[in-house]
T-cell receptor
Framework: GAGVSQTPSNKVTEKGKYVELRCDPI?????LYWYRQSLGQGPEFLIY????????DSGLPNDRFFAVRPEGSVSTLKIQRTERGDSAVYLC???????????FGPGTRLTVL | EDQVTQSPEALRLQEGESSSLNCSYT??????LFWYRQDPGKGPEFLFT???AGEEKEKERLKATLTKKESFLHITAPKPEDSATYLC?????????????FGKGITLSVRP
């Protein structure tokens, strides 16, 4: 079956702009995770959804970052007033149930000029 | 705080030269230890999950093992197509969050 998909694959924006990154999890997966990966680093946790609710958003760096999953499937990560330090690859993962193996999408490479 | 340290940072092997990648971890109760492979410009690809000390899993030329403090990914007779970054991650059993804590990864290059 289809894996996790993320759009866009690349996003270039200017400092101060607003961006939205989309994640389509594997069909039937109830848990969804967002991670951020900087060059030469491993992925870092941002936020986790179980169903429609954000079960843990402790990894979001500040209040410019927000994510939603209104129908328990697709999720959108929203970044306001982007800064150059937000440049990274944003990865989405999903798992069938909480605690199961997480399967990752290809990521969205965000570049803030 | 959960921590994962991977070593070496980079490893260059000749085709057929077996070796091991190390993952040391500290976690407040281990639910699972995960190995992923990541190719340039792509997302991590799941390889193995290990749950308890002494457990081993194999897939083609790869074998993962687990102790109470570290995990090893053994690569037997590697081929150039095994070149990638290998990521190790832990999942804690405490709390409701099943997030993964990753190491920085080990970049493996296999020369023909």
């Amino acid at each position: 079956g289809a894996g996790v998909s993320q759009t866009p694959s690349n996003k270039v924006t200017e400092k101060g702009k607003y961006v939205e990154l989309r994640c389509d999890p594997i069909s039937g997966h109830t848990a969804l995770y967002w991670y951020r990966q900087s060059l030469g680093q491993g992925p870092e946790f941002l936020i986790y959804f179980q169903g429609t609710g954000a079960a843990d958003d402790s990894g979001l760096p500040n209040d410019r970052f927000f994510a939603v999953r209104p129908e328990g499937s697709v999720s959108t990560l929203k970044i306001q007033r982007t800064e150059r330090g937000d440049s990274a690859v944003y990865l989405c993962a999903s798992s069938r149930l909480d605690g199961d193996t997480q399967y990752f999408g290809p990521g969205t490479r965000l570049t803030v000029l | 705080e959960d921590q994962v340290t991977q070593s070496p940072e980079a490893l260059r092997l000749q085709e057929g030269e077996s070796s091991s990648l190390n993952c040391s971890y500290t976690v407040s109760g281990l639910r699972g230890l995960f190995w992923y492979r990541q190719d340039p410009g792509k997302g991590p690809e799941f390889l193995f999950t290990l749950y308890s000390a002494g457990e081993e899993k194999e897939k083609e030329r790869l074998k993962a093992t687990l102790t109470k403090k570290e995990s090893f990914l053994h690569i037997t007779a590697p081929k150039p197509e095994d070149s990638a970054t290998y990521l190790c991650a832990v999942q804690a059993e405490t709390g409701a969050n099943s997030k993964l804590t990753f190491g920085k990864g080990i970049t493996l290059s296999v020369r023909p």
